[in-house]
């Protein structure tokens, strides 16, 4: 199981995400190997899902599913298309609980299905003591400033939309938090960015925070690491140096870094008195 994300399964309606971020991981990494080109619904994701959902139920092998760990399940297509929806009632009809991961206010539209998952879910033993629900709604951001999500995040519901929409869940009574991923090297990772990130996503209800430096993958015109360096040379030119240092050869920023990432935020994390994990 995956204690950071809790969850002991992951399903993703979708393959690939019309919201076009630069940084998206997915792109050039084993995360998006079996993605087909452009946007597809796994139409036939119902079907499975209720074989396998049946099969762990009989053995009482109840676990989180992290519900769009890979791409966001709430796409605009989500709104004609409705797949997601159809199988959040699987879920429910087979009472396994549920971390949802998202950008997008189209969520509002299935609150009443989360809701019953929340009061009907198995919650595994492991997390008895800690909940009493079967679902967490968790909100990604790379950045609650607009003008640098609109470049990083062309096709993504504004920060502004996700933090009201997080704010709504949480009136309607569900456990909700933020997810801080990734956070991008000198435009928002430092002190001074988390520590507003964080107030504001508090100030909307969040009950937890996590987060996670950025990853860059791949040499194609299409992977993620080609893209995130065209687009700062255009916008940021004198941070690809600065960048390009952090990351030496690798994928992932120097340990000297990452190290120093999660010390500034679980102090901010102390600051605002809020939690660093969801449970
Ligand atoms: S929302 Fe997530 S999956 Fe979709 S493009 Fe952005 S990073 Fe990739």
Redesign the pocket.
Known sequence: MDDWFLSGYSLNPYS??????V?????GSKYGENQVPGLAAKINAPEVLVKQLKNRARKREYGFIAF?S???PY?PVEEDLRLTRELLIIILRFRFPLHLLT?SPLILQDLDILKKIGEKAVIPDQFQDKTDTGVVLSF?F?TTDEHLARIF?P??PSPQERLETMKQCKEEGFTVGAIFM?LLPFLSDREEHLDEMIRKVKESGADFVMASGLTLFGEGPQDCKTRYYEVLEEHFPELVPKTRVIFGNSFAPSRKYQNELHQRFVRLCQKYQIRNRVY
């Open positions: 690939n995400c019309s919201f076009n971020c940084y998206c991981y997915t792109r769009g890979a791409t966001d796409l950008r990604s790379s995040e096709g993504a990734p």
